[in-house]
């Protein structure tokens, strides 16, 4: 018979909720997973004396017969609190609230819904035939107290509780049917093409570390099939029962979509799945900002009344649900469709996203990973490499002591207890900023009193944001929004507070505008990924660039008995020609007019000798800019005297480019016979990867120095941090994430089999054996060559010879 467990928390708030969407209901300011509603839970718990008994575990298991399919049900939870008073045995459940609970006139009803299911699970197990409930309120702020008690027979109860199960039986019967399609069309699913070279060995690599819960890290080139060689075996486990949901993490829009057509390509081979595609609230909202505010926006007012309709609706009739689907329904029942969306990741198979709804400690699916329970989730993480940067970062945080002024300023007309805590924290940064030269390295210690007075600026923000923008405060909408926002950074600072350890470093700087900043910046991001990656059953790294392998799996969680593949390149050698151009350097020290002439001669007779489309790969905006001014001199030089420079233009990518302006850029670089299309572009931005160019809308790519980052405080501290620790701080800081960006821009020229194209290198720190050994296996041999010897070997590659 088929088993199902449900929380007794996420039973009544999934079938009772109703109402309005608003910022709180989002879960923004979910009181009860703060540490003050904890401490709340204890106090209150520890002041009720002999015989109450705190935290019991209760569960009740029910068999249901729906729609032709029997099974069983098992609720579970623990109940607050069981005591007996006069009226015989209670159940008490308690909520520790920032509300004025003066103004409540009953019990919240997902409150009271609790405390029934508890109730119903004792007195059936006890057979009573009456039970006490009780919902006791805690103010947070003030620690006082108000209670809501009745007393329901058992009969009663009893109807009640079978009608809750009956609700919730119709969305388990669904899944139940809907597994054994799914499980039935995955069982007769094979490879949708042929093995090429080494993909075989990656799909029974990835089954095996599933199969043994392992984490993979996997190192395979442009044309190997990364996506399908994952998603293929990672399904397969799923429709065997291994594993029971997938979350295909990516950095980037465009690796989403890919995803998403190699579900669709497998659905068409015959598999049933469903997938919902998770995108970022600001980008899906119907308002021009995410307010949810049901005054405002249409889709927030009886948002929940409406929403459970959209998802069973949306379920029932889709299967791969993209971005464009979920708008789709989401308008047809009138619900915000970022909340629909994550409802319906509840119930799909895979769900695709961006790496934060899985790591991030702020915006991770908390109805996933939220405590310590481990499910059978497997992690397909994309474009692996991204995740060490973007780990450090969701787990940093920072604040700016300039910004605790000009919020007092906004705050000082509507809260004198707001204000004075702001004021308080600044005094504190104040107190940090007077022993601060140019950078100051913190102990936890000296951070402590700012610490304390954070701790209590949160609490009054949280007692005055829960009162909400009544008419006699008649705050404007952009002073709300800027105070919510600073709330949240508080908050977040506060809850990174408590992860540090020994991989992280407290210190105080000054920003470009003179501005005082504290960090918590966390320089090894392997023991937070480590925590999240244990909810799951296995993970899978992979990418075109985890080189050195051994460097990503230190800082993405590896764990001693974890595996790494490298997959060979199935592509022709004889399609590629890679080049280093020798007496050419970006070194600062060698910076300057001759250099930059250097540089635009090669890059003149690169694009010389066919015509063609090319990408230019430069360490900075300010270098771009300096060569491009050589470049345009040199090829008006040049032009008349040779015929594939006669037609060309140079398109410079910009700063701040939408996704419109990224489009426009792109939409350049068609297939060609009579112009060169030049594209100039930054190291790691945006053109660096994740663009696809195929066939002759891209020839080739000129990547100008090594991509080391510019020396900063940060990248310093980096460096300093690796040295203290044995390892050497340099590469860990600078080589290593250079390394990486000049990899992706060479993987942007062979990108399918036919693919054809020449790759020049312009730095001769190439040439050092430190850089040679984090060449790719496919990067051998190359030739170093000089400006003449250069056009000799693209005029055999070109055919031209």
Known sequence: MHSVKVSVRNLVEFILRSGDLTTSSTGVRDTEAMLEGTRIHKKLQRKMGQGYQAEVSLQHTTTLTKDDIEFEITVEGRADGIFTDETGINIDEIKGIYRDISTLTEPIPVHRAQALCYGYIYATDHQLDHIGIRITYCHIPTEEVRHFQETIDYETLSHWYQDLLDRYAAWIAWQLHWQETRNASIHTLDFPFSYRQGQAKLVKGVYQSILREKRLYIEAPTGVGKTVATLYPAIKSIGEGISEKLFYLTAKTITRTVAEETLSLLCQKGMHLKSVTITAKEKICVMEKPHCNPASCPRAKGHFDRVNDAVFDLLNHEELMTRETVEHYA???????????????????????????????????????????????????????????????????????????????????????????????????????????????????????????????????????????????????????????????????????????????????????GEFRLHLQCMDPSTNLDQCLQKGRAAIFFSATLLPVTYYMEQLAGRKDDYAIYAPSPFSTDNRLLMIGKNVSTKYTRRGPAEYQRMADYIVDFIAAKIGNYLLFFPSYRMMADVQAYLEETLRERQ????????????????????????????????????????????????????????????????????LPMVCNERELYRNFFDKQKKSGFTYAYQYPGMNKVLQAAGRVIRTDTDRGAILLLDDRFLQDSYQQLFPREWFPHHVVNSTSMQQLLQEFWGLK
């Open 640 to 707: 008349e005297e040779n015929i594939s420079l006669s037609s060309y233009r140079l398109f410079p990518q910009s700063t701040s480019m939408t996704e419109q302006d990224r489009e426009t850029f792109l939409s350049h670089f068609q297939d060609t016979k009579n112009q060169s299309s030049i594209g100039l572009c930054v190291l790691g931005g945006i053109f660096g990867e994740g663009i696809d160019l195929t066939d002759s809308q891209l020839i080739g790519a000129v990547i100008v120095g090594t991509g």
């Open 331 to 513: 308008s047809k029942h009138n619900v915000c469709p970022f909340e629909m969306c994550l409802d319906t990741a509840t119930w799909t198979d895979a769900v695709i996203g961006d790496y934060n709804y899985a790591f991030d400690p702020t915006s991770s699916l908390k109805r996933f990973f939220a405590g310590d329970t481990k499910n059978n989730y497997v992690f397909l993480i994309d474009e692996a490499h991204n995740l060490v940067d973007r780990g450090r970062e969701m787990y940093s945080a920072h604040l700016v002591k300039e910004d605790f002024l000009s919020v007092k300023k906004e705050a000082k007309k509507y809260s004198k207890k707001l204000t004075n805590a702001l004021e308080n924290c600044n005094r504190a940064l104040l107190a940090l900023k007077r022993d601060c030269d140019e950078l100051l390295e913190c102990t936890p210690a000296m951070i402590d009193p700012l610490l304390l007075k954070l701790l209590r600026l949160s609490a009054v923000f949280d007692e005055f944001l829960q009162d909400g923008n009544t008419p006699d405060r008649n705050i404007p909408q952009e002073v709300m929004d800027n105070l919510l926002n600073f709330y949240f950074v508080v908050r977040d600072f506060l809850n990174i507070y408590e992860l540090i350890d020994e991989k992280y470093l407290i210190y105080a700087d000054y920003g470009q505008q």
